[in-house]
Nanobody, 117 residues
Framework: QVQLAESGGGSVQAGGSLRLSCATS????????MGWFRQAPGKAREGVAT???????SYADSVKGRFTISTDNAENVLSLQMSSLKSEDTAMYYC???????????WGQGTQVTVSS
């Protein structure tokens, strides 16, 4: 079974940086696509960044140039490096996994990121 567990969330000042991690089990990055999503209070969940089995990445326009998604294949960890954080980045962040080309099927519990101005 696929299991995901986020960590690394916390409070940070605007302009600061934070690195989120997603420990995985039951996943091989060579066949799975991974993603980071976020949801702020009163808003719908939105995609933040994805990385496919070939290492190709995509980002929401709102985070391009500031966030970087990556995988550590040796440790089976998905990361999201966030820089130049803004107050609008405040949200619960979730990692997700899917067999590439298939619907998202596994989600972590989420980690809270709060950015203060």
């Amino acid at each position: 079974q696929v299991q995901l567990a986020e960590s690394g969330g916390g409070s940070v000042q605007a302009g600061g940086s934070l690195r989120l991690s997603c420990a995985t089990s039951g996943i091989t990055f060579s066949t799975y696509c991974m993603g980071w999503f976020r949801q702020a209070p009163g808003k719908a969940r939105e995609g933040v960044a994805t990385i496919d089995s070939n290492g190709r990445t995509s980002y929401a326009d709102s985070v391009k140039g500031r966030f970087t998604i990556s995988t550590d294949n040796a440790e089976n960890v998905l990361s999201l490096q966030m820089s130049s954080l803004k107050s609008e980045d405040t949200a619960m962040y979730y990692c997700a996994a899917r067999l590439c080309g298939w619907p998202w099927k596994a989600w972590g519990q989420g980690t809270q990121v709060t950015v203060s101005s």
